[in-house]
């Protein structure tokens, strides 16, 4: 057994191990802690499969700002989970566990007995490259080749963001979602809030820029983005906005509207929707990824900050 | 063995605790984390059909790669929703039981909020 293969044994097995304990353990602040460090060891599992674009996102989205966002539930909801004493019946649990078991079991054996040689798009992709100027070939397939699912996941995550805010009380509607943080002014995390932003902020613009020919782009770089505003929010340097105001608005609509407006220019000029003129592709995409990452970083801050509780003054 | 391997019965496994912990945890924030895991299994069996789908010089099928950044994406977003929804709940009955037919606790929310 080589190195590789152990090192990969071990990671899946302590993946699974993080994985047992969040589902098992009693107390929801343990599992939620169990999750974030999940995700952040998925993202090596990610890098082991040679696909670091997915590891990066599964690291900023899914273990970092998930965890931001499940860490805040639970603390809050701490106090009403402990009058819960409605565990399902013996026999809920033995028929679950071998539910989950023969799913379990199933998935795996469709993963041994998968057809050889595994069908691929690669080639496809690296043969159509020319078209957007960019090598990464992720970007590539999230930008030009598959737009259409990046520009619907635009709208999805505006949607959730309506969702989100259609949550308010009357008396909160238009005002700005979340508790105010206070902290103190002389301690370690208004310290860090305040060193932090400046290199999270160039990191994430380096990221973007990057992403059209190496890993990265607009999703993770959004991420960064998104997490260091939440920082200055959570040391009380800042306050969010009131989802009233027509400018967080407008941001919030800027990604998926010129993504739209460039995709019906297409339809327009081109050949179809969404189809870029080959000269102009790569200014164009780089151009939506602009104010993608805008859009992404707003959205994801506030999803986090969740629906607005505070009436603007 | 291989990493196709090792980390396709490790991700088959995540979906199957994922569906378990759904079920039979009565918690509503431990059933989103449950879901959380069950979608985190889901994505990485698609990253071993792209792991074995690598050529062109690619290690990894680009195509699974991308629809599964958007799925890592909308995967938060309806995350997010579902526990703003939570936190609602609780702030509205002051519980966040799932049973039907549970009193709210005297008006903690102005009527029609």
């Known amino acids: 057994m080589s190195v590789a293969t152990a090192f990969e044994i071990v990671l899946a097995a302590v993946v699974l191990g993080l994985g047992i304990w969040t589902t098992a353990v009693r107390e929801t602040y343990s599992a939620t802690v169990g999750f974030v460090a999940y995700g952040l060891l998925v993202a090596l599992v990610w890098v082991r499969l040679d696909a670091v674009d997915v590891a990066l996102t599964e690291a900023a989205i899914g273990g970092g700002l998930g965890g931001v966002l499940l860490l805040g539930a639970a603390a809050r909801l701490r106090n009403t989970e402990l009058v819960l004493t409605e565990a399902p019946g013996k026999a809920t649990q033995v028929a679950a566990a071998v539910l989950a078991a023969l799913t379990g079991a199933a998935l795996a054996g469709a993963v041994l007995l998968l057809p050889d040689p595994a069908p691929t798009l690669a080639p496809t992709v690296v043969e159509h490259a020319w078209a957007t100027g960019m090598t990464n070939p992720v970007t590539n397939v999230l930008m030009a080749f598959r737009a259409m699912d990046t520009m619907l996941e635009k709208v999805v995550l505006l949607l959730a963001i309506v969702g989100v805010w259609s949550l308010a009380t009357d008396g909160a509607w238009g005002g700005h979602p979340g508790p105010r943080h206070r902290a103190d002014p002389h301690g370690v995390l208004v310290f860090l809030a305040r060193l932090l932003p400046p290199v999270g902020i160039v990191v994430g613009i380096y990221i973007l820029w990057t992403g059209a020919n190496h890993p990265g782009g607009a999703f993770q770089g959004g991420a960064i983005l998104a997490s260091m505003w939440l920082l200055t929010i959570m040391a009380g340097l800042t306050d969010t906005p009131p989802v009233s105001s027509r400018r967080w608005r407008l941001v919030l609509v800027a990604g998926p509207g010129l993504f739209l407006v460039v995709g019906l220019a297409g339809l327009w000029l081109g050949a179809a929707f969404l189809a870029y003129p080959p000269a102009q592709a790569k200014p164009l995409i780089l151009g939506i990824e602009v104010a993608m990452i805008l859009t992404i970083a707003v959205t994801l801050g506030l999803l986090i900050a969740g629906a607005p509780e505070r009436s603007v003054k | ?113």
């Open chain 2, 1 to 113: 063995m291989s990493a196709v391997t090792v980390f396709g019965i490790c991700a088959a496994t995540m979906v199957g605790l994922g569906l378990y912990g759904l079920i039979t945890n009565p918690q509503p924030l431990r059933k989103i984390i449950a879901f959380n895991l069950m979608g985190s299994g889901v994505f990485l069996l698609f990253g071993i059909i792209g792991r074995r789908g690598a050529a062109a010089g690619m290690g990894n099928d680009p195509v699974p790669q991308a629809l599964v950044i958007t799925g890592v994406v909308v995967a938060f977003s309806a995350t997010a929703l579902a526990i703003a929804l939570l936190l609602r709940l609780s702030q509205t009955t002051g519980s966040t039981t799932l049973k039907t037919g549970v009193q709210p606790s005297a008006a903690s929310d102005p009527p029609g909020g």
